[in-house]
């Protein structure tokens, strides 16, 4: 074949023509969850994901882990919508979670919105948010959400010309990580009074681990029925 194609997100391996890509997002999540245990007061913490598989799991999941690390009294409480574009339910799924105690939650996916308009309901209450994209620091409800990540698919492009380069067409997976510039992560201004200090520290720190050393967080560690 002359053409070459890259798919994702998908950890399978597709035809000799074909890239596929996936994103490591339990580096992003296992950040969001460090923030989330460092800042909740309650100890309880809620993830709303929308179904248990591909780079949401593994969001969800480095999430749970990040958590633990930085506060392993907090409870997790994980929980699905069944949809990535559900912002209904997944917004009764955050006030459910914000009923049971929850004072820091994150999403996944386009379906997390609604979970963040969920959080946002609640002006008046230290109840926060950390997202999995940098454009929810700028909407309205932006005022909840502590700090995000994005996915910068140039690491994709970067990656699939170099293997054109060396002759390689396709049949391989290309990564997504912080190690290769595939995520980006930003604290919201606005918020810094609570981001400042240990916590922007421990977040740069474990940053640059894994710049330096991809593939460190064994998400599927994680067991949601023990938690």
Partial sequence: PQVTFAFGTSSEVGPKNVFTYMPESEETGYLSGIIAGMVTKANIVGIVGPVDAGDAARYNRGFVLGVKAANPKARVMVAHSGSFSDFIKAGEVAQSQIKA????????????????????????????WVGQDIAQIGIPEGYKVIAASSYNYAAVVV????????????????PM?????????????????????????????TIEAFKAKPNTINYTTVDYSKL
Avoid: C, Y
């Avoid at 105690?101 to 609640?122: E, F």
């Avoid at 990656?159 to 290309?174: C, P, Q, S």
């Fill in 101 to 128: 105690g929850a004072d820091v939650l994150s999403g996944s996916s386009q379906q997390a919105l609604g979970a963040l308009r969920a959080v946002a309901d609640h002006r008046d209450k230290d109840i926060w």
């Fill in 159 to 174: 990656g699939l010309v170099e293997k054109l380069d060396a002759g390689i067409t396709g049949g391989m997976g290309l």
């Fill in 177 to 205: 990580n912080f190690n290769n510039g595939g995520f980006i992560f930003e604290f919201n201004p606005a918020l810094d009074k609570i981001s400042d200090g240990p916590i922007k520290a421990k977040v740069a720190e």
